[in-house]
C-alpha cells in the first residue's frame, strides 16, 4: 500500500476504535448541558470586585502560549492519571480573562525584554531592550541615557509597599531584570558582559542595577556568578570554571547588598537547608541564588539542594505580606521559555505545571479582597499541536497516524529549533519500531 493509503486506514481504524474512550457519563447530553448551566450559573453570581488592591501578585510564565497552556493542562491531569483533557489549572479558575498584543516597537515577533518593558513599565519598546523607551537602541550605550523607563515595582515601593521578584532564571534575565534594571542590552549581566564602549560611557551591569535602583526586599532565583569578581569559586560547584565569578570590577554585590542591610535582618542563602531555616516572620530581606546561572528545570531538581517555585513562591509571600502597606511580587517560570528554544517539551510542560501550583500557592496564601493576582505570558512559542490523538493519550506521545514517510511523529512539534531541523532532505528520525506502544485508554470503554 502507498503510505499515504496506509495514512488513510490508519485513520479510518481510529475513527471506529476511537468512540470506544469515551466515559459513560460524557454520553449523556445532560452531562455537557448541566456542566454548561453551571458554568454560566457561576459567571452570573459573580460579585465584582471593586476593592483597590494592596497586594499584586503577578504571575508571568515566559513563553507560555495557548498551546503550551492546553498541553500542560493535559500533563497536569495525566501526571495524576487521568485522561488530562478535562483537569482545571488554576489559572482555569481565573473569572477574567483577555488576549494582548505582543510585538515590539521593532519587531513582529518580541523578546522577553520588550515584552517585560511593555507589561511592567507600560512602554512599548525596542526588541532586547531593558526599562528603556523605544528612542533608546538595541545596545547602544549613549542612546539609553534619559530614555529610562520605570516600572511597576518601584512604582509600588515608592508608595511603601514591599516588593520582591522570584524566577527560575539567573535574576539577572531579561524578565526580572525589567522590574528594577534600565539597560540598552539584555545580555549585559555583569560587567564582564558589557562592550568596552558602553562602560566608558557611563552604563552598569544589570547585576550591580540590583543594588542601586530600587530596593527589593526580596530576590528568588540564581545568577550568582554575576555577583562575585572573577574567578571566585561557586560553592555548590567549586570544580566548575564555568561556574566561577564574572565580574572585572571585583566587586563582591552579594557582601555589598548585605551591608547596605546593616540594622536589618537581611539573609543570603544559596542552598535548600538555610532557605528552609529562613523564617519569614522575621526576616526583612532575602537574597537567595540557588545556581550560578538559571535554575536547573524542575524536574531536574536536586530538592535536596534547590526549593521548587512553590517554595519559593509561598517564601516570598510570606516575607512580603507582613507589611501593611501591601507587596507587590513578580513571580516568573521562566525556563518554559527556554525549554521550548531547545525544543525539549517534556521539560516546558513539566515547568508550566509547576508554575501553575505556584499559582494555587500565591492564591492560597493571600486574600482577593485584598490581592490582584494576574497571570500571563510575555509571547508564545512555535510549539503545535496535531495528529489526532486520542482522548487520553499521552501529551508527550506520538500520533498514532504515521506521516508520509512511514515514520511515526510526535503530537506536539515545533516550528523552529533543534528538533525541527530537516537534515540533507530528511527529518528527524523518530526511530521507536512500529506497532509503536498503544494509548492506556486503547479500548476501554
Ligand atoms: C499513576 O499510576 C502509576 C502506575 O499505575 C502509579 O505508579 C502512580 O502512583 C499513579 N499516580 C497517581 C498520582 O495516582
Ligand atoms: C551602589 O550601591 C553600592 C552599595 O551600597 C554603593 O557602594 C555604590 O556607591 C552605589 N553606586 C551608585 C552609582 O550609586
Ligand atoms: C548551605 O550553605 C551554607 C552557607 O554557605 C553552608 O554552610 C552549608 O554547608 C550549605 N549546605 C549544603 C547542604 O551545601
Ligand atoms: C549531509 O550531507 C553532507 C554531504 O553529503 C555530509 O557530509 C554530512 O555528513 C550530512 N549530514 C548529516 C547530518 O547527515
Known amino acids: 500500500?502507498?503510505?499515504?493509503?496506509?495514512?488513510?486506514?490508519?485513520?479510518?481504524?481510529?475513527?471506529?476504535?476511537?468512540?470506544?474512550?469515551?466515559?459513560?457519563?460524557?454520553?449523556?447530553?445532560?452531562?455537557?448541558?448541566?456542566?454548561?448551566?453551571?458554568?454560566?450559573?457561576?459567571?452570573?453570581?459573580?460579585?465584582?470586585?471593586?476593592?483597590?488592591a494592596k497586594n499584586i501578585l503577578f504571575f508571568l510564565g515566559d513563553g507560555m502560549g495557548i498551546t503550551t497552556y492546553t498541553a500542560a493542562r493535559?500533563?497536569?491531569?495525566?501526571?495524576?492519571?487521568?485522561?488530562?483533557?478535562?483537569?482545571?489549572?488554576?489559572?482555569?479558575?481565573?473569572?477574567?480573562?483577555?488576549?494582548?498584543?505582543?510585538?515590539?516597537?521593532?519587531?513582529?515577533?518580541?523578546?522577553?525584554?520588550?515584552?517585560?518593558?511593555?507589561?511592567?513599565?507600560?512602554?512599548?519598546?525596542?526588541?532586547?531592550?531593558?526599562?528603556?523607551?523605544?528612542?533608546?537602541?538595541?545596545?547602544?550605550?549613549?542612546?539609553?541615557?534619559?530614555?529610562?523607563?520605570?516600572?511597576?515595582?518601584?512604582?509600588?515601593?515608592?508608595a511603601g509597599k514591599s516588593v520582591g521578584i522570584v524566577t527560575t532564571t539567573r535574576v539577572q534575565h531579561a524578565t526580572p531584570a525589567t522590574s528594577y534594571a534600565h539597560s540598552a542590552s539584555r545580555k549585559w549581566y555583569s560587567d564582564a558582559d558589557m562592550p568596552a564602549a558602553a562602560k566608558r560611557d557611563g552604563c552598569t551591569d544589570i547585576a550591580s542595577q540590583l543594588l542601586n535602583n530600587t530596593d527589593i526586599d526580596v530576590i528568588i532565583g540564581g545568577g550568582r556568578k554575576y555577583m562575585t569578581p572573577r574567578g571566585t569559586k561557586d560553592p555548590e560547584y567549586p570544580k566548575?570554571?564555568?561556574?566561577?565569578?564574572?565580574?572585572?570590577?571585583?566587586?563582591?554585590?552579594?557582601?555589598?547588598?548585605?551591608?547596605?542591610?546593616?540594622?536589618?535582618?537581611?539573609?543570603?542563602?544559596?542552598?535548600?537547608t538555610d532557605f528552609d531555616a529562613v523564617d519569614p516572620e522575621t526576616t526583612d530581606y532575602l537574597m537567595a541564588l540557588f545556581e550560578p546561572g538559571d535554575l536547573r528545570y524542575e524536574a531536574?531538581?536536586?530538592?535536596?539542594?534547590?526549593?521548587?517555585?512553590?517554595?519559593?513562591?509561598?517564601?516570598?509571600?510570606?516575607?512580603?505580606?507582613k507589611n501593611?502597606?501591601?507587596?507587590?511580587?513578580l513571580v516568573e517560570g521562566g525556563r518554559i521559555d527556554q525549554a521550548h528554544h531547545d525544543g525539549r517539551a517534556y521539560m516546558a510542560l513539566h515547568e508550566t505545571v509547576a508554575f501553575d501550583n505556584a499559582i494555587a500557592k500565591g492564591l492560597e496564601l493571600t486574600n482577593e479582597e485584598e490581592t490582584l493576582t494576574i497571570v500571563m505570558a510575555d509571547h508564545?512559542?512555535?510549539?503545535?499541536?496535531?495528529?489526532?490523538?486520542?482522548?487520553?493519550?499521552?501529551?508527550?506521545?506520538?500520533?498514532?497516524?504515521?506521516?508520509?514517510?512511514?515514520?511515526?511523529?510526535?503530537?506536539?512539534?515545533?516550528?523552529?529549533g533543534p528538533g525541527h531541523k530537516i537534515?540533507?532532505?530528511?527529518?528527524?528520525?523518530?526511530?521507536?519500531?512500529?506497532?509503536?506502544?498503544?494509548?492506556?485508554?486503547w479500548g476501554k470503554t
Open 1 to 52: 500500500m502507498e503510505p499515504s493509503k496506509v495514512s488513510m486506514l490508519a485513520l479510518f481504524l481510529l475513527v471506529v476504535f476511537g468512540t470506544t474512550t469515551a466515559k459513560v457519563e460524557e454520553e449523556n447530553p445532560e452531562f455537557w448541558r448541566s456542566q454548561a448551566k453551571k458554568t454560566l450559573q457561576t459567571a452570573l453570581n459573580r460579585k465584582h470586585n471593586t476593592n483597590v
Open 74 to 158: 493535559i500533563l497536569k491531569g495525566q501526571l495524576q492519571n487521568h485522561t488530562g483533557e478535562e483537569t482545571v489549572m488554576t489559572m482555569d479558575t481565573f473569572p477574567y480573562v483577555g488576549l494582548a498584543k505582543t510585538y515590539s516597537v521593532d519587531f513582529q515577533i518580541p523578546d522577553s525584554a520588550a515584552t517585560a518593558t511593555a507589561y511592567l513599565c507600560g512602554v512599548k519598546t525596542n526588541l532586547n531592550t531593558i526599562g528603556v523607551s523605544a528612542a533608546a537602541r538595541n545596545g547602544i550605550c549613549k542612546s539609553q541615557k534619559g530614555n529610562e523607563v520605570t516600572s511597576i515595582l518601584k512604582w509600588a515601593k515608592d
Open 240 to 272: 566548575d570554571y564555568s561556574s566561577r565569578g564574572k565580574r572585572q570590577d571585583k566587586r563582591n554585590l552579594i557582601s555589598e547588598w548585605l551591608n547596605q542591610k546593616t540594622g536589618k535582618v537581611a539573609h543570603y542563602v544559596w542552598n535548600k
Open 300 to 321: 531536574q531538581r536536586d530538592p535536596s539542594m534547590d526549593p521548587s517555585i512553590i517554595e519559593t513562591t509561598e517564601k516570598a509571600v510570606r516575607i512580603l505580606r
Open 324 to 329: 501593611p502597606q501591601g507587596f507587590f511580587l
Open 380 to 416: 508564545s512559542h512555535p510549539i503545535t499541536f496535531n495528529g489526532y490523538p486520542f482522548r487520553g493519550h499521552s501529551i508527550l506521545g506520538k500520533s498514532p497516524l504515521w506521516a508520509k514517510d512511514m515514520l511515526p511523529y510526535t503530537t506536539l512539534m515545533y516550528g523552529n
Open 423 to 441: 537534515i540533507n532532505g530528511t527529518r528527524n528520525k523518530i526511530t521507536s519500531p512500529m506497532p509503536w506502544p498503544m494509548p492506556p485508554v
